[in-house]
């Protein structure tokens, strides 16, 4: 696609990047780039050629803002509470996409991730982040309510609920020493390190089995909301064995 608001590569054989590109508007996300990213994330559903997808956000301010609040503020008063329960779903489910998406994402943060931001960062399954990055649950702060976009469902299980409730309650930022600390992150690099660091877990994953990749990513997700061990077990059981028939016993 013809994209507008995002940029796609293939930067090496199997590794894509997906850049945001809004710099000038600090990578905030308006109806466009929600439209363009949506179908993005819809098409790597069957994409077998991309492994790996390294997400970073274009421009030296930041990685995203959010929602891009004047182009909202332009288009709320325009529609009724259907119209407008469907933007918020149909903005929302990008991040279930992400997750949905069979291709691990590698997410590098430097500046701010906030509100959609943030979650974009959550929804990826490893996050690589400067040490001037900062995070924030930004809904709370603009008269709604803390639990947005896929927010109250990932960060509390990613750093427990105490710590996740404070900064969704106060919609206050999250440093990058912060986020080491509390697990959030894999690691802190300088900033002209990001993509480097990036591309170098990349690659160590292109030398994986590149199904067995997705059903680790597709096991992870399903079993953070398990019923318990023998549903994980179950899981990581099939797996495997799918895997055992073609790596060790060659059939199909």
């Known amino acids: 696609?013809?994209?507008?608001?995002?940029?796609?590569?293939?930067?090496?054989?199997?590794?894509?990047?997906?850049?945001?590109?809004?710099?000038?508007?600090y990578n905030a996300v308006n109806h466009?780039?929600?439209?363009?990213?949506?179908?993005?994330?819809?098409?790597?559903?069957?994409?077998?050629?991309?492994?790996?997808?390294?997400l970073?956000?274009?421009?030296?301010?930041?990685?995203?803002?959010?929602?891009?609040?004047?182009?909202?503020?332009?288009?709320?008063?325009?529609?009724?509470?259907?119209?407008?329960y469907r933007f918020q779903a149909r903005l929302a489910r990008i991040n279930l996409a992400m997750r949905r998406a069979p291709q691990p994402i590698i997410c590098t943060v430097h500046g701010a991730a906030a509100g959609q931001g943030f979650s974009f960062s959550l929804a990826s399954d490893i996050r690589i982040i400067s040490p001037d990055a900062r995070f924030n649950a930004a809904y709370?702060?603009?008269?709604?309510?803390?639990?947005?976009?896929?927010?109250?469902?990932?960060?509390?299980?990613?750093?427990?609920?105490?710590?996740?409730?404070?900064?969704?309650?106060?919609g206050m930022f999250m440093s990058a020493q912060e986020a080491q600390a509390l697990g959030m992150v894999s690691r802190v690099v300088e900033r002209d390190k990001l993509h480097e660091t990036a591309l170098e877990i990349a690659r160590v994953m292109m030398t994986k089995n590149h199904m067995g990749l997705r059903l680790?990513?597709?096991?992870?997700?399903?079993?953070?909301?398990?019923?318990?061990?023998?549903?994980?077990?179950n899981m990581e059981d099939r797996n495997q064995t799918l895997l055992a028939i073609g790596t060790f016993m060659g059939k199909k």
Request: charged share 25%; with cysteine; net charge negative.
């Open 56 to 84: 970073s956000g274009n421009g030296e301010k930041g990685f995203c803002a959010g929602l891009d609040l004047k182009d909202t503020a332009e288009m709320a008063p325009k529609m009724n509470v259907a119209e407008f």
């Open 216 to 233: 680790t990513k597709e096991a992870v997700n399903m079993n953070l909301d398990a019923n318990g061990l023998e549903h994980a077990l």
């Open 1 to 25: 696609m013809d994209y507008k608001t995002i940029q796609f590569d293939i930067i090496e054989k199997g590794i894509g990047h997906l850049r945001l590109n809004r710099p000038e508007a």
């Open 140 to 170: 709370i702060n603009i008269g709604l309510g803390g639990a947005d976009m896929s927010c109250s469902y990932f960060l509390p299980r990613m750093i427990g609920a105490g710590r996740a409730y404070e900064f969704m309650y106060t």
């Open 32 to 54: 466009l780039m929600m439209e363009e990213l949506d179908a993005f994330w819809r098409e790597r559903l069957y994409d077998l050629d991309t492994v790996v997808i390294i």
